[in-house]
């Protein structure tokens, strides 16, 4: 790890550590809300828990349809393997290797292929981009009392937007011969634009496969809003509906994956005071449900330990030091 990458990593847990101090200072946090004190809060938590296991699944799902329509023949349960290992290493292991660097370094193992496995790890991670601003859309449609709610629907409505006219920017920019020729000429920062490229120039004559990308897409984001909304039961949340969080949980998944801190943490939480805030629903429980999200990630990703530990087939020996998560 070079002390570029070292600084970084630190100001990212220092960024964490900051904002949960930060929210607990300012917030009356009771961690008992965290544990499910009846029978229905421990079924609405394992069955938070089961939506979180089961978007992984579904992400690997989602992950073999691109590669299988860029030209790569893996099986799913292979695909499943690396995803997990990934998770596990983004959220446990203190480094900048990111989860998604191990999955093309393990992918291009099993297919003597790295500059495909590249740009299906960058594609899978651009077709989850493309549903968020979406899902926000229709959950704030269908409730006509949810574009009313001030900060919270503005913050909603600008994260699907920026995120909508990125997407649109960056395959644009990608996606004409002129940009594919001029892009090839380059490494580093640039060669995933041109991942994104070399993908688009396959499938745009593959329509069903397109189509089956973006459904698995959709799936894995509808488990993640599921688990949140399941979560938020367990710790007895009662005014945070389905259209509530078809609404606002893409923005907060939008907004945990900005480059401020480890795992969302602080991140998340702070996003989700804003978002349930507006709801009435008090900023500890609030927190406690960013906090109990991110225990269920926890727990999921330690089904990975095993995949990491012994599925490499030395494949980390090729991973190049310092090289950071291609998912932010």
């Not at 999955?103 to 495909?116: E, N, W």
């Not at 594919?180 to 490494?187: A, F, T, V």
């Not at 606002?248 to 804003?274: H, S």
């Amino acid at each position: 790890m070079t002390l570029r990458s070292s600084l970084v990593l630190l100001l990212r847990i220092g960024v964490s550590v900051g904002l949960l101090v930060f929210l607990f200072v300012t917030v009356d946090v009771d961690l008992d809300t965290l544990w499910p004190d009846d029978a229905v809060a421990v079924i609405w938590l394992l069955t938070a828990f089961g939506c979180i296991i089961g978007s992984v699944v579904v992400a690997s799902l989602r992950w073999t349809h691109v590669c299988r329509a860029l030209g790569l023949d893996v099986s799913a349960w292979r695909m499943f393997w690396h995803n997990i290992a990934g998770q596990f290493l983004s959220n446990f292991v203190p480094t900048t290797i990111g989860g998604d660097v191990l999955r093309v370094s393990r992918l291009a193992k099993d297919t003597g292929d790295s500059p495909t496995s590249f740009t299906t790890v960058i594609f899978e991670r651009l077709s989850g981009w493309m549903v968020l601003p979406a899902a926000i859309f229709t959950g704030l449609l269908l409730d006509p009392e949810l574009r009313s709610l001030g900060a919270a629907t503005r913050g909603s409505v600008v994260a699907a937007t920026i995120t909508l006219l990125t997407l649109v920017v960056i395959i644009v920019a990608a996606g004409n011969d002129a940009s594919g020729r001029l892009l090839s000429r380059y490494e580093g920062p640039l060669r995933w634009l041109h991942a994104i490229h070399e993908g688009l120039a396959i499938l745009r004559t593959q329509p069903r496969q397109i189509g089956r990308i973006l459904l698995t897409g959709a799936a894995y984001q509808g488990l993640l809003v599921l688990g949140f909304w399941c979560a938020a039961r367990s710790i007895g949340i009662e005014s945070f509906g389905v259209r509530a969080a078809l609404a606002f949980v893409p923005a907060v998944l939008i907004v945990q994956v900005l480059p401020l801190g480890i795992g969302g943490l602080g991140v998340r939480e702070g996003a989700l005071v804003l978002f349930l805030g507006s709801l009435d629903v008090p900023d500890e429980k609030s927190v406690a449900l960013g906090l109990t999200i991110y225990a269920l990630t926890l727990a999921t990703s330690l089904i990975g330990m095993p995949s990491l530990v012994f599925g490499g087939r030395g494949a980390e020996a090729d991973i190049e030091p310092g090289t950071d998560e291609f998912s932010v």
